[in-house]
């Protein structure tokens, strides 16, 4: 196929560069080649259409936030034949996030470690890409805004980001996300605590339905959560969730556990570590959270999705969504395809 092919060829040479700066050299040229039509030769991707929040996704496989934290190439990434992207994580004022080399290649485990740490130039930097985007411009899909707090703020005021960003981002999302589970930004995991998420899901409810009044429209709020969390944590979380009638859940985030990649180099480096040892944590919190809130909340489920048979997986456990990251540096583009097709088969 040409996908795989066109990768096979850059894949050496990406990965000959180091880890960040691969990254950024790619997402321009990802850019270029859509501006030029040129990523027409990635071929279609089945369309198997999902409702879920409301929202009709054009098929189930999405792109994670992360990639693309300033919304500079939605452009490029819709090209790939999502279902939807997501873009982020924004915070309310700009920050370099944390000192380089902040990202890791684990090849022998496809695995990545980083802590890149909310590295973003501000909410209204993002807004402004965001409108500038003809994804955002011709309305062509879901396209979803993850926000964060920033690392100075301190935890007791976390609240007051979220809501500023919240309130920003609002008019131009098909859907934003919460992200209280990166291990990159001091603290941050201590909300999804019982008392600290409960504060904090109530003033997100409380904004979102004062903003659904204001815009006349009503935008999904989901909740980011970390695998590194047990079977008592995920009841707090999916009661709480529950509780404030919040419209989706993403499961998961990077973890913090090395089990899987003992042995290999930059194991100790510190950060969050993604790629598929991270498939079997978030397949089993995706597990536990459907057993605790049945058919009540949508599951995106994202972590360490390789393959369709991963992304079927997923889906079995009780994922309305599925989302890829790590698995699109390693296996490129094609895996898109691979994953629609799998899940259009599934259903």
Same mark, same amino acid.
């Given at each position: 196929?040409?996908?795989?092919?066109?990768? &096979?060829?850059?894949?050496? &040479?990406?990965?000959?560069?180091?880890?960040?700066?691969?990254?950024?050299?790619?997402?321009?040229?990802?850019?270029?080649?859509?501006?030029?039509?040129?990523?027409?030769?990635?071929? =279609?991707?089945?369309?198997?259409?999902?409702?879920?929040?409301?929202?009709?996704?054009?098929?189930?496989?999405?792109?994670?936030?992360?990639?693309?934290?300033?919304?500079?190439?939605?452009?490029?990434?819709?090209?790939?034949?999502?279902?939807?992207?997501?873009?982020?994580?924004?915070?309310?004022?700009?920050?370099?996030?944390?000192?380089?080399?902040?990202?890791?290649?684990?090849?022998?485990?496809?695995?990545?470690?980083?802590?890149?740490?909310?590295?973003?130039?501000?909410?209204?930097a993002f807004v402004a890409n965001v409108q500038a985007s003809r994804f955002y411009q011709e309305r062509e899909g879901v396209l979803g805004l993850n926000i964060g707090k920033n690392a100075d703020t301190p935890i007791e005021r976390a609240a007051e980001d979220y809501l500023h960003c919240l309130e920003k981002v609002y008019p131009y999302a098909s859907y934003v996300t919460v992200n209280i589970s990166s291990p990159n930004?001091?603290?941050?995991?201590?909300?999804?605590?019982?008392?600290?998420?409960?504060?904090?899901?109530?003033?997100? =409810?409380? &904004?979102?339905?004062?903003?659904?009044?204001?815009?006349?429209?009503?935008?999904?709020?989901?909740?980011?959560?970390?695998?590194?969390?047990?079977?008592?944590?995920?009841?707090?979380?999916?009661?709480?969730?529950?509780?404030?009638?919040?419209?989706?859940?993403?499961?998961?985030?990077?973890?913090?556990?090395?089990?899987?990649?003992?042995?290999?180099?930059?194991?100790?480096?510190?950060?969050?570590?993604?790629?598929?040892?991270?498939?079997?944590?978030?397949?089993?919190?995706?597990?536990?959270?459907?057993?605790?809130?049945?058919?009540?909340?949508?599951?995106?489920?994202?972590?360490?999705?390789?393959?369709?048979?991963?992304?079927?997986?997923?889906?079995?456990?009780?994922?309305?969504?599925?989302?890829?990251?790590?698995?699109?540096?390693?296996?490129?583009?094609?895996?898109?395809?691979?994953?629609?097709?799998?899940?259009?088969?599934?259903?």
């Amino acid at each position: 196929m040409p996908a795989k092919l066109l990768y &096979a060829f850059a894949r050496p &040479a990406l990965f000959s560069l180091d880890p960040e700066t691969a990254h950024n050299l790619t997402l321009p040229a990802l850019r270029r080649a859509a501006a030029l039509g040129l990523t027409s030769l990635l071929g =279609k991707t089945p369309a198997d259409p999902r409702t879920v929040m409301g929202i009709t996704f054009p098929n189930p496989v999405g792109l994670a936030a992360g990639l693309d934290k300033d919304g500079a190439y939605i452009d490029g990434l819709a090209a790939l034949g999502f279902g939807s992207i997501e873009i982020g994580t924004v915070t309310a004022r700009a920050q370099p996030g944390n000192p380089k080399p902040r990202m890791f290649r684990l090849p022998a485990a496809n695995a990545i470690i980083n802590r890149m740490g909310f590295n973003n130039g501000g909410v209204d930097a993002f807004v402004a890409n965001v409108q500038a985007s003809r994804f955002y411009q011709e309305r062509e899909g879901v396209l979803g805004l993850n926000i964060g707090k920033n690392a100075d703020t301190p935890i007791e005021r976390a609240a007051e980001d979220y809501l500023h960003c919240l309130e920003k981002v609002y008019p131009y999302a098909s859907y934003v996300t919460v992200n209280i589970s990166s291990p990159n930004t001091k603290n941050l995991r201590q909300l999804q605590g019982a008392s600290e998420l409960d504060a904090l899901l109530s003033q997100l =409810k409380q &904004a979102q339905q004062r903003l659904a009044d204001l815009h006349k429209r009503y935008v999904p709020v989901a909740l980011k959560i970390a695998p590194d969390i047990d079977a008592e944590q995920i009841k707090t979380i999916a009661d709480a969730l529950l509780r404030h009638k919040i419209d989706g859940v993403i499961a998961t985030n990077t973890t913090i556990s090395r089990d899987a990649v003992r042995g290999l180099q930059h194991e100790n480096e510190a950060g969050g570590l993604s790629g598929a040892p991270v498939l079997t944590l978030s397949t089993r919190v995706v597990r536990q959270l459907r057993g605790e809130l049945g058919d009540a909340l949508p599951i995106i489920g994202v972590g360490g999705i390789f393959s369709g048979a991963d992304a079927q997986a997923k889906i079995a456990a009780g994922a309305s969504l599925v989302q890829l990251y790590s698995g699109l540096i390693y296996r490129g583009p094609a895996l898109v395809r691979e994953c629609a097709a799998a899940l259009r088969q599934q259903s």
